[in-house]
């Protein structure tokens, strides 16, 4: 649990109190590779850290395409934004891409973290610019040009390229499975892999 404290921490000291109610309030989760933790159309009852494995967020279309919104790994902070904050059903699905293990708190125990220590607000704000401003940078980049999309993900999320099916890496880029081929292609012609002649 310590690195949940650590992240904390490192934006606001946390309040006397706050560490041992989070402590025990935080609820570790263990889940499979492809097992949904909040499913389209459904209320997300609680936000999570990660304290190992992969997941993505994403949507369907009307003609059943999958679009990937985003990925988050162990370290980061997850919620299906929307439907958390506003206990309304879910327009994304959140689904496990690894073996991941989540420590989670529910709705009502977040809600009264924010009444009773101040200084949780601060970490929530903190918190929700930096999510914020990732998913802008995201969405600036899909109206990029196509290598450039795939320049932007070996810069940002290099690691993804390895952990990650090429299916949801090319949606996650907003790309056809044949042009998210080509651009990698040339992405690593012109960036040899360590070791690769």
């Not at 109206?143 to 810069?155: I, T």
Request: glycine share 4%; proline share 5%.
């Amino acid at each position: 649990m310590e690195p949940v404290f650590h992240l904390l921490d490192s934006l606001s000291p946390l309040e006397e109190g706050l560490r041992d109610y989070l402590e025990a309030s935080l609820h570790p989760t263990h889940h499979e590779i492809g097992e949904p933790l909040v499913k389209e159309g459904t209320v997300a009852r609680s936000l999570g850290f990660i304290e190992k494995g992969l997941i993505r967020g994403f949507r369907t279309n009307y003609k059943g395409h999958e679009f990937t919104s985003w990925f988050m790994k162990e370290g980061d902070v997850y919620a299906s934004v929307r439907s958390f904050f506003r206990q309304q059903p879910a327009t994304e699905t959140v689904q496990c891409l690894e073996p991941t293990t989540i420590l989670s708190i529910s709705f009502q125990q977040y809600q009264s973290a924010l009444k009773k220590w101040s200084s949780f607000h601060r970490h929530r704000a903190d918190l929700l610019e930096k999510y914020y401003l990732q998913s802008d940078e995201r969405e600036e980049m899909r109206q990029d040009e196509s290598y450039n999309r795939f320049c932007f993900l070996m810069k940002h999320y290099p690691e993804l390229e390895s952990r990650v099916q090429d299916q949801y890496l090319a949606s996650f880029l907003n790309l056809t499975p044949t042009y998210y081929s080509n651009v990698k292609s040339k992405y690593f012609k012109n960036n040899p892999r360590p070791g690769s002649r």
